[in-house]
């Protein structure tokens, strides 16, 4: 059990996939101090056992600098305020299952409810929430992004959809996967505004175009493939990692061209969580037999640059953002944790 106290570590490798030279990087964890027994209530500052972690995860940061994320097995939202390391938590409804949140411009913390088919709106200044009802056709919003116009894209895995609300009228429109039992999870927004889908359910990542909602598929070459989480650089390039076969990938949309690289711990990393940063290098985390590392990737080198165990172990790091402000990553671990790590 580590403490709840900040844990810190440094640490470079290079890897020999090509010539680069090793960075250091700064990685801190703080214990998220929420667990939940078997019933399903929730305590402060006790000590856990695995079945009792509450799965923080999904993070984002807000305008006043807090860092938002899920309690997906606790049934909350909450948020770590760097300043001055302190948690607040907000209750949910039982069975919400909150999957990711994101904020908005007016620092309003949407979330998916997973567990029970809604997307929530939490305002942090009263407490109020307000819910969105899904149609019958999606189940289980997912993963959330915002576009730029104030509206949500989301997946929603086991519905085999790609869902768009609207955040004024609290319209839902819904597009289906043509790929049956797809299961549309990672989503990312291009420069023209146009989601891009990884569908973990097959060897396929899929694109909307969002005035007429058409999805389109891009077949990845390996049967094998299965994208889980997405990212898109500045020069349009999709990248993806690949959970089963242990890979980064990067789709071309222009030709249609698929490149891959092996993720360092090899074929059972299991990389999941995926972030561009500012300089358009990847970082992701692979977690070979559950010990989680924080990768960077160099596309004009075509190199892995750093890797980074995190303090905790992690089990499993599933989304991470890239804030450009701080030039900070952020994520939520199995672990029980919330972690940042400092990029140069």
């Not at 760097?82 to 919400?96: I, M, Q, Y």
């Not at 997973?114 to 899904?134: K, Y």
């Not at 993720?263 to 290098?281: I, K, N, T, V």
Request: hydrophobic share 40%; proline share 8%.
């Amino acid at each position: 059990m580590i403490p709840s106290h900040t844990l810190s570590i440094i640490l470079g490798l290079t890897v020999t996939t090509a010539a680069a030279a090793a960075i250091e990087v700064e990685i801190d964890e703080w214990q998220v101090p929420v667990r939940m027994d078997a019933s399903g209530k929730l305590y402060d500052g006790v000590p856990a056992t695995f079945e009792e972690r509450t799965r923080p995860r999904d993070p984002a940061i807000d305008g006043k600098g807090r860092v938002w994320f899920c309690g997906q097995a606790g049934n909350y939202l909450a948020y770590y305020e760097p300043a001055s390391e302190t948690f607040r938590r907000f209750d949910l409804a039982p069975n919400t299952r909150p999957h990711n949140l994101i904020v908005d411009g007016n620092d309003r913390v949407w979330y998916a409810g997973n567990g029970n088919g809604h997307i929530g709106r939490l305002d942090p200044a009263s407490g109020t929430i307000d819910q969105f009802a899904m149609p019958p056709a999606i189940k289980d919003p997912h993963t959330l992004v915002l576009d730029s116009d104030g509206d949500i894209w989301f997946t929603a895995q086991h519905s085999n959809a790609v869902g768009r609300l609207d955040t004024v009228s609290g319209k839902v429109d819904v597009i289906a996967m043509k790929s049956a039992d797809s299961r549309p999870y990672g989503i990312a927004i291009d420069a023209n505004g146009r989601p891009w889908i990884a569908l973990f359910g097959t060897n396929a990542i899929a694109k909307i175009d969002p005035p007429t909602l058409v999805a389109r598929e891009y077949r990845l070459p390996d049967a094998d493939a299965r994208p889980r989480r997405i990212a898109v650089t500045r020069d349009g390039m999709i990248w993806y990692v690949d959970y089963r076969l242990g890979q980064l990938g990067r789709l071309d949309p222009a030709t249609g061209a698929v490149t891959n690289w092996t993720a360092p711990a090899g074929a059972q990393s299991l990389p999941y969580a995926l972030a561009a940063d500012d300089e358009d290098r990847l970082w992701f985390v692979e977690s070979p037999n559950g010990q989680s590392r924080l990768v960077g990737f160099e596309p004009d080198k075509e190199a892995f640059f750093s890797i980074t165990p995190l303090p905790s172990g992690g089990i499993a790091v599933r989304h991470m953002i890239f804030h450009e402000p701080s030039r900070t990553l952020w994520f939520g671990a199995d672990s029980n944790t919330i972690g940042r790590a400092r990029i140069p």
